[in-house]
């Protein structure tokens, strides 16, 4: 524990100079804020998915081995419900949208299920209260993931948060972007868009990523990323391994069901610039 870093020492690392101008930091948790964009009246929001103590026991080691342990703490979960998707404050606030950006799918977090609910609330213009039932028992395995080694602290977990959207009204989460599996990917069974993106890493992971080359550019993935909210299109343009990709998405009707979103497809090289 003695050698660990925690996530505002993490924050101090990665942006020395402080976070982009703007931005709106949670109080209590690091690597978390949101950054207004309005000339597109997009809300960026950055989470923190490894937001655990960092405690240790009393044989000096970590009580979570922040690796493979991840979750939202009470402080980022009322930091998202009460301010970050707050939106009523500003100019022609039914117009906005919001993108989100996390290290993994709120799907492999174990109290991943209570930012969904959040979420869900937000886009219906509703309310919820987060607790047990939006935590899955840990430790717990997926098909090729093997998440949260250590074990798990209830009261790490399970947090208690309201968020009340109602006169607020309805508004759209236009995509949440993450890496983790390092694989390009869509989801929608959460109710809005995710984009998992290839990411850089220095070997090929599984049998439907690229071939990735030690020592070329394929080792990278990096992205730029174009939201066209006229056309409901996003595009991916990326440098390194993969492809540039474009995604589509349907024309948003406040308090409808979301309807299925179309397969990723391939962009050609003579896209959009």
Known sequence: GSDA????????L????????????????????YLDLPDRKIRLLVLNTIDLPLATGRNGRLKYFMINDHGFSREQLEFVAHHALDLSR??????????????MSLGFLPNGGAM?????????????RTGAADVKPCPFSFDRHMCFSSPADPADL?????????????????????????LDIIRKERGFLEIGLLSSLCYRNSPEAPERQFGSSSEEAWNMIAIDRRKRQ??????????????????YR??????????????????PA
Request: glycine content about 12%; proline content about 8%.
């Open 5 to 12: 870093l925690s996530g505002m020492a993490w924050q101090r």
């Open 234 to 251: 996003i595009n991916i343009f990326r440098y390194g391994a993969g492809h540039d990709l474009t995604v589509a998405f349907l024309p």
């Open 116 to 128: 969904e609910k959040i979420f869900h609330a937000f886009q219906t213009g509703s309310c919820c």
């Open 254 to 271: 406040q308090g409808l069901q979301a309807k299925p979103i179309p397969a990723l497809r391939e962009m050609s090289p003579a896209g």
């Open 14 to 33: 990665v942006y020395p100079d402080g976070l982009p101008a703007g931005a709106v930091a949670a109080p209590r948790t690091g690597n978390c804020f």
């Open 158 to 182: 399970i947090h208690e948060v309201e968020a009340d959207f109602t006169a607020q009204g309805p508004h759209e989460i236009l995509a949440n972007f993450y890496g983790h599996e390092h």
């Open 90 to 103: 500003l100019p022609d606030s039914g117009e906005w949208g919001v993108i989100v950006l996390s290290h």
